[in-house]
Every structure is written in C-alpha cells, then in structure tokens.
C-alpha cells in the first residue's frame, strides 16, 4: 500500500541568485506544515542537486549545504507524516532521471485518494518504486506519458487527468519550474514575484519572510510554468468542478498571518470565528483565554463580542513541536504534559471561557482542563472555534479513521463530562462558513459534515464514513 502523506509546505524560487536561501527561509516560514523532513533541490551546473533529511529545517540543514546547493532556481518541501511513515526514502523533494537523462524534482502537499490503484497498475507495467508515497506515482505517471507524448506540457495534462484527490506540486526542471494545483483546489498554493524572479509558496507568510509580493493564487485545475520566457498558466482539466478549499487550513493548519482561498487573512477569519462561537455559545464569566497559540484569535474575537476580559492563563512552551503532529498517541500524551503551563493565579475561584481552534482525539483538552481544574478555577467553559470533527479526512489533515476522533465516538454530553466541564459549546458549520468570503459550497466541510468533495476512484483502504 502506498503510505498517506499528509500536509506539507511548498517553497520555490526560479530567477533569484539567492533562490537557495530564500527557500531555507521560505521553508522556516512553513514549518508548521511539516516537521517530519526537509529538503531543497535546485540546479547546479544545469544539474538538480538536493539535499534533504529527517527532522526540522533547522536541525537539516548546516551552512555547507546551503551553499552546496547555490544556484538561481530552487525548491523546497518540509513534510509532516504518520506512524511508519516517517522514512527517509519518502523525504521530499523526490528527484528522478527519466527518458533521455532528463531530471525533475518534485514536492507534493495533500493526498491521492486514488494512489494505490494507480500504483498497482504502474507495478503491473513494471514500475519500480523507492518510496511509499504517493508522489512518486505521480512522477512515473509523468515519466511513462513523456515516453508518448510529443511535448512535457502534453504529459503533464495527460498524467494531472488520472489523478485524484489533493494535490499541490511543485516541480523542478533545469530549464523551468511548474506548480501545480488540483482541480478542487484543496490545499493552498501562491505566486509571488520579487524583482524579476518567480516564487510559489504554499503560505502568503512566506513571500512577506523574504520581501517578495504577494501575487495570485495558482488557480484549481491550473499548471503555471515559469521559465526564461516569464509566466504562462494552462488550465488541464475540460470540466471544472465547484472549489472544495479546505476550510480546516484557516482553523488549524495554516498560520494567522497567510492568506488564504480567495485571499482571506487567516487572522480575520479566526477573529470572526471567535466572535460569532460568543454569539452563539454565551455564558457568564470573568475571563476568556486562549489555548496558544492556534486558539488565539478566537480567543480574541469571543473576548471582543462578549466583552469578557481577555486572559493569558497557558503559557506555551515554544521549544516542543505541535503534539497533533507527532507521529504516535504515546508521543501526544507524552507532549501534551510538557507543552503548556497554567499561571494559577491568574484562574484561581474565576469563571473561565476556554477557546481552543478543534478538537481532534481530545486527549490533549482533557489535561488542559485538568489543570485548569487544580488551579482553582471556580467554572470551566470550553468553546471550539469549528463544529464536532465527526469524519476521518481523505485529502492529507492527519486524521484517518473516526476512531481516533472523540466526537464521533462520544454525545456532546459525554465529551462534556469526559473532560469535567462545567458546559462545552462548537460553532456551528454555518456560523463557520459565514467567516469566509467565499460562496459556502466552495470549500470542503468533509471532516464536519461527512459531505466529501471526491469520493470516486477513493483506495480502499481509505475508511468509509
Ligand atoms: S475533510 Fe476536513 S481536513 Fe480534510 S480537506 Fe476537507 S475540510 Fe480539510
């Protein structure tokens, strides 16, 4: 089986003597989006070179690599994984040679949902395979349609058309630089321009670390080419389908100062969120906090609305990763006892309104409670900035089977109780979907609703909700 990849963070530079630095801080920017490996490739001497490694951007790459790598174009990856699937083989970006010694390099954000089944027939045909992602299907896809067809932009459209699922690419010839982005538009992807130079980045908050400026967004069913000639766009699908943006990127993944589908500031929309979680979920107390940093915002718009005072009550502990991402529940529990403090002055005998962004397992809201509980405080009301997520994800958020998720296992009166809170209140969907500007139906609720955007051609080991 090919092993699920899961949110990761795209960088890219064609045209900029700094092209190697700028994505080091391109990727220091995305962190967030993966931890579990980094990796840069870029053209040297009309060659790609790459280096690339388990762990953090910082702890990958020392200065020598850097400047090993110097050259005018380059890409980056940093990937975030599960259980068994944190090898190196499967680091990104992937480089291969193909037909007539050409090389590419290639990083992917999100999930195939059909990638096993396109595996099993690439394996059929003789294909070998050095990782278990699904990207690297997609760059044999590639390899066997150059083989036919008379150009690469033909065997680009022809291999996008048997994909599935979500995907953001970002690939890497000597001569030129493409991103990619699924017809549904999943997962994030931006153009930037600095100078003369052309930029892609998974997050806005990227172009704003090196100075570059914000451009358009790599439209759905789109591929933009940059080369020496500039920019062209060329749209590869026949039909279009409604946008399926995923609305989980402005609650969780992505940061508060990036802007997302259609341009929507990431910190506006979780401010707004906030404000309408108080409108809908009311309750006397005497102070509001966050659970940091993800829960801020929030935090911010329910103080604003309810007129409760804002609070700093956690303090976070900066030099631990975020416990969602480690790889094992053993790891989350472990984290979660380390990641954040509670000043007991700051609670004890008040009546407090906890905001947290989601709840996913609840295995970390149920110690922050706990905490919140030995410190004195006299009332503890927990408010979530989005609805209940009842269903697993197919298209690369890290939550796969409704087993893991407390609130498809668990009544709201359960959870409340589960985790000793004086009351718990969600947002609803369509208080959420009024913080976005985009039209409702252009953005995925799967995970909320069990409404999915692309369910045919789903591998069957995807759970079924
Ligand atoms: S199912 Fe949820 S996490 Fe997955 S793409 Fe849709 S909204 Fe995002």
């Known amino acids: 089986m090919v092993k699920m990849k899961e949110a990761c963070g795209l960088f ?19 962190q967030h989006r993966g931890q579990e490996s980094a990796g840069i490739a870029s053209i040297v001497d009309d060659e790609i070179h790459t280096y690339k490694g388990m762990g953090n951007v910082a702890s990958v790459f020392k200065g020598r690599h850097l400047e090993d790598l110097t050259s005018d174009k380059a890409i980056g990856h940093v990937r975030y994984s599960t259980t068994g699937d944190s090898l190196f083989e499967n680091a990104q970006p992937i480089v291969v040679r193909y037909q007539s ?19 099993k027939e690439l394996e059929e045909q003789g294909s070998i395979f050095a990782s278990t992602t699904d990207s690297e299907v997609v760059l044999h896809l590639l390899a066997r349609m150059h083989t036919q067809a008379e150009d690469l932009e033909t065997a680009l459209i022809a291999t996008l058309r048997r994909l599935k699922g979500a995907f953001s690419l970002l690939m890497l010839w000597k001569d030129k630089m493409i991103a990619v982005r699924d017809p549904w ?5 931006w153009y930037g321009k600095k100078d003369g130079a052309h930029l892609f980045a998974s997050e806005t908050a990227a172009f704003d670390i090196v100075r570059a400026d914000t451009h358009d967004e790599v439209k759905p069913g789109t591929f933009v080419i940059v080369d020496e000639n500039g920019r062209r766009d060329v749209e590869y699908i026949e039909e279009k389908p409604t946008p399926a943006h995923c609305l989980f990127e402005h609650i969780y993944f992505a940061r508060p100062d990036s802007r997302l589908f259609g341009g929507d500031l990431v910190q506006d929309v979780r401010i707004a969120a906030g404000r309408q979680l108080a409108r809908e979920h009311h309750v006397e107390a005497d102070l509001v906090c966050a659970i940091p940093d993800s829960g801020n915002q929030a935090a911010l718009g329910y103080s604003l609305e309810s007129g409760i005072p804002l609070g700093f ?14 790889p094992s529940a053993k790891d989350r529990i472990a984290g979660a006892d380390l990641k954040l403090n509670v000043i007991t002055s700051a609670v004890k005998g008040k009546r407090v309104v906890v905001i947290d962004d989601s709840m996913i397992r609840g295995t970390t809201g149920k110690k922050r409670i706990q905490r919140l509980r030995e410190a004195g405080a006299s009332e503890i009301h927990f408010r979530i900035s989005c609805p209940p997520t009842r269903f697993p994800c197919y298209y690369g958020i ?26 718990l209140g969600f947002l609803s969907m369509d ?35």
């Open 101 to 119: 010694g050409r090389q590419v390099a290639l990083g992917h954000n999100g999930n195939l949902v059909n990638r096993n089944a396109l595996r």
């Open 12 to 30: 890219g530079v064609f045209g900029d003597p700094s092209a190697v630095e700028m994505t080091y801080c391109g990727l220091f920017t995305l």
């Open 398 to 423: 890290n939550f796969k089977s409704k087993g893991e998720l407390i609130a498809s296992q668990k009544s709201l009166d359960e959870i409340r109780d589960f985790l000793n809170l004086d009351s």
């Open 185 to 189: 538009g999943f997962r994030p992807l």
């Open 431 to 465: 208080g959420l979907l009024d913080c976005v500007t985009l039209p409702a139906d252009n953005y995925c609720t799967g995970c909320w609703t069990g409404n999915y955007p692309v369910l045919d051609d789903l591998d069957d080991d995807f759970e079924r909700s």
């Open 313 to 326: 009550v956690f303090v976070r502990n900066h030099y631990i990763g975020r416990t969602f991402i480690k």
